[in-house]
């Protein structure tokens, strides 16, 4: 998985090949069975952080070029959190 999107209410998930895959669950459900490699960085997206290639003030960019925003009251926590478990 690269990473997970949420548009009302719809859950998209979308693997490096760019296939996305729609569904009905609600993110804390799904947040609930992923493994560490997964960080929720927007109430609207989880990222795999072995796709994140770039972090800048305020958004991150993912291997496939999307650009994932962060909201600035949750940049630096979410900075660090990736930090700490980059592999």
Do not use: W
């Amino acid at each position: 998985l690269h990473l997970l999107s949420r548009r009302q209410r719809q859950m998209c998930i979308r693997d490096r090949n760019g296939e996305v895959i729609h569904g009905k669950m609600s993110f804390a459900d799904f947040e609930k069975n992923l493994d560490e490699y997964f960080v929720k960085v927007h109430r609207s997206y989880i990222v795999n952080i072995q796709h994140v290639t770039v972090i800048r003030f305020c958004e991150l960019v993912m291997s496939n070029g999307k650009v994932i925003p962060v909201p600035q009251k949750k940049y630096a926590k979410v900075r660090e959190e990736l930090m700490k478990r980059h592999i």
